[in-house]
């Protein structure tokens, strides 16, 4: 009995302490460095505000190619991201949405330096432009050789 006096509170001391650490740990875990979003709340991002930047990192051939980019998207291939920041400094301190082909590590890289040269505000689509599709969306597809723009060339609905 005397023991169980003296074990109880014993317990009841350390339970505290182990609910106070993960606190800390919680309070004190590291932000990601940058925001990921969904297409759908990419898509919503674009209804809402039709003059944010989206930037698409891929080369241009892809940029150019058969699935196409997002309506509005500038095209600022990953290799050149560093040489062209200057372009879109006018951004800096504004959201907007980046994207690459899909769920390789070009986003990332992107991003990293995005985030590195003070563009806090960029968001990651996820899934690149190959979720984008997936997931319903229309992109704006190259003129084909009459001069007429594809069939999903047309902006997303409204």
Not at 1 to 22: E, I
Not at 125 to 134: K, L, Q
């Amino acid at each position: 009995m005397k023991t169980r006096r003296v074990l109880v509170p014993l317990l009841l001391v350390l339970l505290g302490l182990l609910l106070l650490a993960g606190c800390r740990m919680f309070r004190h875990r590291e932000r990601p460095p940058f925001r990921r979003i969904r297409p759908p709340v990419a898509f919503e991002v674009l209804r809402d505000s039709p003059d944010v930047l989206v930037l698409d990192l891929r080369s241009r051939d892809e940029f150019l190619g058969d699935t196409g980019h997002i309506f509005r998207a500038r095209n600022v291939p990953l290799e050149r991201l560093t040489e062209r920041l200057g372009e879109i400094e006018p951004f800096r301190d504004d959201t907007f949405l980046v994207y690459c082909r899909g769920n390789d590590t070009c986003g990332e890289k992107g991003m990293a330096i995005l985030v590195s040269s003070g563009f806090e505000n960029a968001m990651l689509v996820e899934g690149g432009i190959d979720g984008w599709i997936r997931a319903g969306f229309r992109t704006v597809l190259p003129e084909g050789p009459t001069g007429q723009s594809g069939a999903g060339s047309l902006p997303p609905p409204p």
